[in-house]
């Protein structure tokens, strides 16, 4: 499975990471990708940009180095209400908007009905179009209800490359909602969570996770432009 886009990548705005967009882009190109989403965390994790640098991101050209780019946000879920540290009237100007987890903004609740809620609430955001690394052991959550959820909504849910490594115990979890998506024949879209521009393109641990429950290729929506410009299309109309 050769997967050409890379859904999840972080800048050197976020605060803790390392490159530049110019430097994440010129390696996406040096690995073949075709498309790549910057993702830098939203404003409530601290270092992270404020909401214009979200809104600014339309300064940036729709290619670099032959790669597209999608304008992003890794918003944060801020409370257990679901909701997210941008305003809709930025995020609607955005090409892709993840919301997830963080333990530096939301302090982990072993509550799996609360995190359950939560995390269905942030996909109800008619602006939210997937969520980041739901695998995250330390907010267990329903996963079925997680997958239907975001079945009935058109959403989507990541495969984070990262959280076997730097969230140790969530490969298992990660298992569990790839066969919860193969099930009910939904699509998952996977990023590298890469936070220095040489981590970008690295998918070996998704990879794995989805070949070991027998993940059909077809709903891997990094796969193919077409299909994730469709799907994402789909979701809702954005803006120019
Ligand atoms: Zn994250
Ligand atoms: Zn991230």
């Not at 965390?41 to 339309?58: D, K, N, Q, R, T």
């Not at 609607?92 to 609430?121: C, Q, Y």
């Not at 990660?174 to 939904?186: F, H, T, Y």
């Amino acid at each position: 499975m050769k997967l050409k886009i890379d859904m999840h990548t972080h800048t050197i705005a976020s605060g803790h990471a390392f490159s530049t967009i110019e430097e994440v882009a010129a390696q996406a190109a040096k690995k073949g990708l075709r498309m790549i989403a910057t993702t830098d965390h939203g404003p409530a994790m601290e270092g992270a940009p404020i909401a214009m640098f979200f809104a600014a991101l339309l300064m940036l050209p729709r290619e670099i180095d032959g790669v597209r780019l999608l304008r992003g946000v890794e918003a944060n879920i801020i409370d257990f209400d679901g909701n997210v540290d941008l305003p809709s009237n930025i995020l609607k100007r955005l090409d892709f908007v993840m919301a997830g987890f963080h333990e530096v903004v939301l302090p982990p609740s072993d509550d799996v009905a609360g995190n359950t809620g939560a995390m269905i609430k942030a996909l109800s955001n008619p602006y939210v179009d997937a969520i980041s690394h739901p695998g995250n052991i330390h907010y267990p959550v329903d996963i079925p209800a997680i997958a239907k959820a975001a079945k009935e909504r058109g959403k989507l849910l990541e495969i984070n490359n990262n959280s076997a490594v730097v969230r140790p115990g969530s490969e298992e979890n990660c298992r569990r909602i790839a066969s919860a998506c193969r099930d009910l024949n939904i699509p998952v879209v996977c990023g590298s969570d890469a936070h220095v521009s040489f981590n970008v393109g690295i998918f070996s641990n998704a990879i794995r996770i989805l070949k070991s429950v027998n993940f059909p290729d077809d709903l891997v929506l990094n796969t193919s432009v077409r299909k994730m410009t469709r799907f994402l299309d789909g979701i809702r109309k954005r803006e120019p």
